[in-house]
Structures are given as structure tokens and as C-alpha cells.
């Protein structure tokens, strides 16, 4: 639903005219400074993010205070000790209501993501690697799935099964929301499959699956896994809004289910925030944590698209500027030599050279 | 000697600030005279091009100007800084005193322009109160004199081949006359036939035209060929400076006469093939003192505790050539 | 022109494939619901409309299953989509047509007003790394996690209600006709404004950075340098040199997404009880109305395809490369 997030695509080598393998550059690549994924900020906030909403999947049904689908006493009841999130017009807990849901929620988005991605590299990888008729019918095949709107198509085969359940909705999500990235990986391969040593196992007669297996796949890792986050983000929040408009699921909880009896029951009018807010803002940080975890991978695979760091240093005559493409600083600008070089006497012809400070050799 | 266009003192270029920075350039000094052609030669990472992009402060970040100054000598007027100019000022001296021809042949044309868009987007940024028409008469006429065919004008760069768009590229940064053009292995890409061809136009030009060349390639022997001037560049720093043929035949740096017994002689007696064993240094890790000792077949004991000094050597034509070697002792250091 | 001819022939393809999803989707209804619902306006219908809604759904169980997808097809180019069950007697062509333009004038124009900024913005944050628009990303990603129906939910409850400016549904006010006159266009207006908000709101973040990506790369170019050396004025450079070839493939990234955001946009029709295809949509799934549904999706995947083909006419005007060389 979201536009995904990845723009690997778009900075995949040989793509396009406009992209230069960085192996054209050796000068300027040897200069970056080598980072591990681990590292980056911004995946680890992910990472983190994630792991909590992995941990209340798993115990969210124990320490749910309450029954998600218990009546109680207080209706439409603001936040309170009691119940932290308020109540719904059944006196049920929100709270336990998004406790419980995020099970269904993480599995759905967790399946449908596996399927996903494995059609996905089954699909772009045979299309980019064997080329020819193959490549010519399975990218038409992907470009279909990428033009048709996927979340009506989605919404009409679950609505055409109306009692399907969660296994179901995972099931159409997967096999409708590969194609973005059969489509990536399809790009990827076939420019893996020009490279020096991919060639080499040809000529040395490897069969096919062996160079795909060992030579080609793990040459995508990156790539496959950030397809993998991007459609556990589109699934999680396809999952949602069908059970907002109340197909899909209708006996397990999930955030959409939240969301769909908030609607339908004019929590809007009676001013019942606490009934949407919490399920909304569940699934915007667990988009941002799956987003923060590709913005990393995407400066894994990239890193020209880190953020600048320092972008304003100072100069030895007190001013400030900017570091910007065309213009470089210059931090000194005089005619001063920076190391220091040695000057040999000459005596007779013959080098007689001094011993000099360390410093001379910085 | 005729008198310089173009004084490179003490140049310093760094990638990254502070502790990480990796030092590209060091205390480089080079002086263009008018009218001749300076080439520099070296392997890739020997800081050549990163001198070419620094003195005309081109490099992207993290690349800095960590210090010295290059002076230009306008055809009339007071000599200036080029690293003193604000950027607008900069700006009006690009191209219109020093252009470049860049590496790649292939990406150097924005690919969604017209040749002719190119060509008149920079008089039209440097000389304003121009026509239209006279811009494209213009354009017409550079096309010409580096041998193109007036009707490619509108063509797109994906429409020209390698060759074409190179002469392209001359034809450039020939539009403006400037006297400085530096060009940055502006063949490499090309088949050895064109290569050839295309420095030979050059040259020709050159000698109609008066500019000075800055030619920067890794193909020591193109270098012999066509320039005046040679300067060897090692590990960031200049290691031996002479007139071309003085370098071809009675190099002192061990390290060009490396360079040199990697390609065979073009005339005279035969010599003996022989590489230059090991790798260029890594700039992160430069080895201490002179940053050739570890690969110097002639490296004695003081290489690798200091770095030599560039200056004349103590020869009969010592005044004319510089070199920076424990094994030949410097009479007058320069810079 | 060979290139907009291979695009074309690639969306009639689509097309063909979306229609034939559409055949075969009823054909795996288990228990046939619509026939159910025949049997509850059984008498109000002509055998005609009986007919029509026989072959859509493959109910006659005698027809073998190619005469049955050939009669779909002659149906279709006579513009037939069953009669729908929610807006009983009307057609479906008819139900669709009147929700269609509502639907193409929010989201559409919102659209195409958030790529231009979203793609500005990129061209900026890009070209001046570290200024405040990179600092406004990590919010964008934010709001761009957000589901836009939720945007939609929480923008009512913030800015809307009765005293508000902003109405909290419809298309248009309870005291004008729909008649293309002032008041009509002033109100429908007034009530496009939040929703078009909400898509602008959690659409513009990716545009901003898939643009911002796309000015790094290009940044790196030669020829970004080259135009530097030739001392070009910086807004030259920024604009005709880099932003110019950045923008090639976000256009292509345009086409692509297109159908991705046209199926969140639909939901913000939802929670605003807007007249378009969205709302419709959700009633039509609410009430099980088979043939509504159908159409819709039909009309939506059309729809995107033309928008696509309109993205790809701009690619080609754009990049001189895909034209025919001479």
C-alpha cells in the first residue's frame, strides 16, 4: 500500500544508462571507508524494534490482562488503570485486543513475506539468469502482477472466499506481492551473470543450479532481504486494511479488526481516540522499524547513500563551509609544505643523510 | 624556459578530516609553462588525477584542499590563487582559463542533452550578452576544427561513438580558448588507433591554438610521444620531474626507470622488459619515508626512515629535472 | 515509437490478463453466493439481466468453460457488467461511471501534486546533503509507515467535526446539487481538501526519498562533473544536469508504484465516505455485491494501465535514448 521503501533498484549497477558498475572507479571506491551492516544505526533501530514486536507475538496472548473478546462493565471508557488502553463499546480491552492481535498480525506478515520472497528469487533469478524466451515471459509476467493494483485484486479473491481465515489472506498476499521484487532480482542477476568469475564457471562447465546456487545467490543476500522486509511491510499493512474493511479474518484479533469495529462503531464521533490511536500507531512503528531495516541494508549495498555525516568543517582561517558536489573545500590555503621532507646536504657527492624526527614520517 | 601559466605549490589533498583522512596528494609542486605540454604519469591511485581534480577543486565529497596554493598567470593581468576564489568567481574561471577532458569518454556527456545544448550551455554561461546564433555558429565551428560533421550537432550523445564524443569532449573545452587544458587519461578508453589519432589532432591544435597541457595518463610511453615535460607521481608525492626525453633516456628515480622498462622502447636500442614488483601503496597505510622503499630494488638505509626531498639533482643537467631519491643528493630543494 | 508500441502491446496484455483473473475469480467461488442473491431479487429482474449475470459468473454449469469465457468477452465490449445488487436496478457500468470521475479527481490530482513535490523536495535533499530536509526524512518514514486510512482516521478526529471547516464525509455539502456550478465545485472542493491532504501526506515521503537516492547516484556521475568544470551556474547543474537524469527512473518508479498507491488511496475514500470507486468498493464488498465488485476492479486495473501509459509517453519525451535513433 505504501510505496515500497527499497531503492536498491534503483542503484543496482548496470541498470540503466545512468548506472556505472563501481568497478569503473576503482579510484573513488577504494576510498570509502568499509562499514559493516551491524553498524549502521539505523538497521540496529530496526532490528531492535522488531525483536520487541517478534517477543509480544509470541507472549502476547499470555500477558494479555484480559480476554480480548471479554465484555465488561465500562463502555467506550477512556485509558485508565484498569484498562490502559480503554475500552470498547463491548467494555472489551484494548489493550489485550492489541496484544493478541499482533500474533496474527506478524505471522500473516511473516508468511506472506516467505512466499513472497521465495517466488520472488525462483521467479527473477531463472528470468535473469537463463534469459532468452524465459526472461521475455516471466519479467511479463512480473511487470502484469506490478501494474495490476494489487490491494483491489486482493481485496476481490479474499472477498470471493469469504471463509478463508488468516492462512488464506497470507496465502493471497504472497502469491500476488512478489513481482516488485522477482523484478529487482531479475536486474541484479543478469548483471552478476556478465562478472568475470560467473563467466569462468561457465567456461569451466559448472552446471546451471551449481553457479546460481553458490555463485549467484549469495551475490543477492542483500537484495532478497531487503525484498523480503519490503513485502512484510506491504502484507502487514494489506492484512490490516482488509480486516479494516472486514474481510479476511473475522474470528482471530488483529489491528484491522481493531480498527474495523472503531469505524463501524462511530469511535470517531464519540470521541473514543484511544480506540484507533494505539492499533494505528502499532503499525506505523513497526513500518518505520521494517523501513529503518532496509534504509540500512539499502547503505549496506550503497554506501554513497549514507547521510553525509560532517557536511560543514572549518577552515584554518576560522570560516566554515560546506562540504558540496563541484565545489571542494579548502581548509588551508597556503603555501606552506604539510610533511615534512628531508633536504640532503650534499658532501662530496654522496647522500649523507640526517635522522630525523618520527614526526617526519606521519 | 617560457614563463609559467600555471604554479601548483605545496598542494595537499585529503580524503576524509581529521584522523581518518587519507592523504592523496602531498606538498605537490609543479609548475606549467606556457605553451608546453606536462604530462604526469603513475598507477591508478598514485594521486594523479586527484591532483588534476584538486587544483581545480572538482573533487566530490569527502575530498579536501588541505592546503597550498595554485597560482594562475592570466594571459594579461596579476597572476591570482585559483584555491583563494569564491565560488562565483571560480565558477567564471572554469573553462574559461583551465578546462578539463575528463576519463571517461563514455559518461562525460549528459545523455539526455543534444550535442549542440552541451556545447552552448557553457558560452552561454560565460559569455552572456552572446547570441543564440553566434553560440551555435560556434559550436559549429569547434565541432569542425576537432573534425566532426556540423549536421551531428543535434545528435545525442548514445547516437556518437567512443572516438566521436572524445573529440567532442576537445572540441569543448577548446570552445572557450583557454590556456590551460587538462586532460585526464583522455584516451583510455579508446582502441590504441584512435588514441593515436586523437592526441595527434591534439597536438596540432595545440601548436595552432598556444594552450598548455596538463596530460595525465598511466601510459608512460603515450607521455614520451607527445609531451614536453614529464613528472612522475608515486604514493601522492612528484619523484622525479624532466624534460621528456632526458626522463626516457637517463630516468634517477628507481621507480620511473620501473615504469619505463614496462613498456618496449618505440625506437632506438632495445631494452630489457621488466615490471615493478609488488603493488602501489595503500594510501591508508603509507609505508614510512620514502613510500617506494618497499618495492625500490635499490632502496638502502635511510629510504625508510625519511622522505626525500624534492629538487635538483646534482647532474650535468641538474637544473633542468628534479628528483626526490636518498640516492641522489639534492643540490636546491624546491618549493 | 517502437518503444511506446512494445508498451502498448504490454498494457493490452494486462489488460487481457486482468480480465481473464476476473473471468476465472467467480468460477472458484465455492457455494455460489450470487446465485443466492439471484434467487432474492428473483421477479424484479429481466431475463436479460439474468442472462448477463449467468455468463459473468459461470452459473451455467452446461456451457463448457471456453464458450463460457468467449460469451464474457462479447458481454464485455458491449459494456455489460451485470447489474448491481446493492444499487438495484442500475447497472453496474452505470453505478461505476457516476463514482469513476470522483475517484480520478482526488486521487489523480493528489497524486501527481505529490510526486512533483515529493520529487522537488528529493532534487533538494539530494543535492544538499545534510540540510533540513534530510532532517525531516526520518518523519516521512514515519508518516509513510502509517497505513493512509489511518492518516484519514486520525485527521477527522484532530480536524474535523461539526464546527469544523473541514466536512468529515461526503464529496460534497448536503445543500447542493451536483451541478457544475460554483457552489457545487466550491463545496466539493471544500470536501476534497482533508482527504487530499491525508495522500499527500503519507505519499509524498517516498517520492522525497526514492528523488533523494536518485540525486546521490547521479551526483557521482562524470558528467555532473564535467558541467561543474565547465562553470555552470549551480542551479544549472543541480536542474538540467543531475535532476534531469534522476528523475528518468523515478518516472519509471512513477508507472510502477502507480498500482500500489491507487489501492491506498482507495482507502482514504473510505474513511471519508467519499463518492468514488473506493467507497464503493467497500460497500459493495460489505454487502457481498459480486458484479460491483468485479467491475471496479476492472475499472481500477484500466485506469492504472492509462496512467501508465501516460507515465511512459512522459519516459519517452524524456529520455532520448528510448527514441528511434535519426
Redesign the interface.
Known sequence: MTIPTSSIDQVIPGQG??A?PEA?K???A??R?KFRFISNKKAMTGIVILGIYLLFAIIGPWVAPYDPDARGKQFVAPPSADHWFGTTHLGQDVFSQILVGTRAVMLVGLAAGVIATILAVLIGVTAGYLGGGWDDSLSALSNVFLVIPALPLIIIVTAAVPSGGDTLVALIIGLTSWAWGARILRAQTLSLRRRDYVEASRATGESTWRIIIFEILPNLTAIIASGFVGTVIFAVTSEITLAFIGIGSATSWNWGTILFWAQSQQALAQGAWWWFVPAGLAIAFLGTALSLINFGIDEFVSPRLRS????K?KTTSGRTVR????????????????????????IG???T????SKE??R | MSEPVLEI??L?VD???GD?A???V??VNLTLHRGEVLGLAGE??SGK??LA??L??????????????VIYHPEKGEPY?V??LT?KQ???????ET??V???AM????????ISTQLT??LA??EPQMSAHSRNARAREMLKLVGISADRMDA?P??LSGGMRQRV?IG?ALILQPQVVIMDEPTTALDVVMQRQILGQLIELRERLGFSVIFITHDLSLLVEFSNRIAIMYGGRIVEEAQANSLYRDSLHPYSKGLLSSFPALRGPRRELAGIPGSPPD?KAMP??CSFHPRCPRAF??CA???????NP?TPDGANRTV?C??????Q?V? | MKFLIQRILFYLFTAWAAITINFFIPRLIPGDPVKSLLARFQGQMSSDAIDSLYVLFGLDKDASIWSQYVDYWKQLFQGDLGLSFTAFPSPVSEVISDALPWTVALVGITTVISFFLGTSLGVLAGWR?GSWIDGLLPATTFLSSVPYFWLGLLAIYLLAGPDSFFPSSGGYGTDVVPYPDWPFISSALQHSLLPALTILISSVSGWILSMRNMMVTV?????I??????????R?VAL??AA??AL?PNISGFALSLGFIVGGTLLVEIVFSYPGLGFLLFRAVGAKDYPLMQGIFLVITISVLVANLIADIAYLM????TRK?G
Not at chain 1, 643523510?353 to 630525523?356: A, E, F, M, S
Not at chain 2, 636518498?326 to 643540490?331: D, F, G, R, Y
Not at chain 3, 551526483?219 to 558528467?223: F, G, N
Open positions: 544508462a545512468m556505472q569503473a576503482p579510484g573513488r577504494a576510498k571507508r553525509a555525516g560532517k557536511t568543517i562540504m558540496r558536489v563541484g565545489f571542494t573545500p579548502v581548509l588551508d590555503n597556503s603555501a606552506a609544505p604539510h610533511t615534512h621532507a628531508s633536504p640532503i646536504p650534499v657527492g654522496k647522500p643523510p640526517v635522522t630525523r617526519a614520517t | 605549490k605545496n595537499n580524503y576524509g578530516l581518518q587519507v592523504h592523496a602531498r606538498d591508478s591511485g588525477s586527484t581534480y584538486g581545480t577543486r572538482l573533487l566530490a565529497p569527502p575530498g579536501v584542499v588541505s592546503g597550498g596554493e590563487d584555491l583563494g565560488d571560480l565558477q567564471a574561471f572554469r573553462w574559461a578546462a578539463i575528463f576519463q571517461g559518461n562525460s556527456l549528459n545523455p539526455v542533452h543534444k550551455d557553457v554561461a560565460h545525442y548514445h547516437q569532449m569543448m594510501l614510512t619515508g638505509e635511510p626512515g625519511n622522505i626525500p626531498v624534492l629538487g646534482d626526490a636518498w640516492l641522489h643528493p639534492v643540490k630543494p618549493g | 546533503r551526483a557521482a556521475e562524470d558528467y562533473t564535467v558541467a561543474h568544470a565547465k562553470g555552470l551556474s549551480d544549472r538540467s544536469y534531469r537524469n528518468l524524456l529520455d532520448p535514448r535513433e
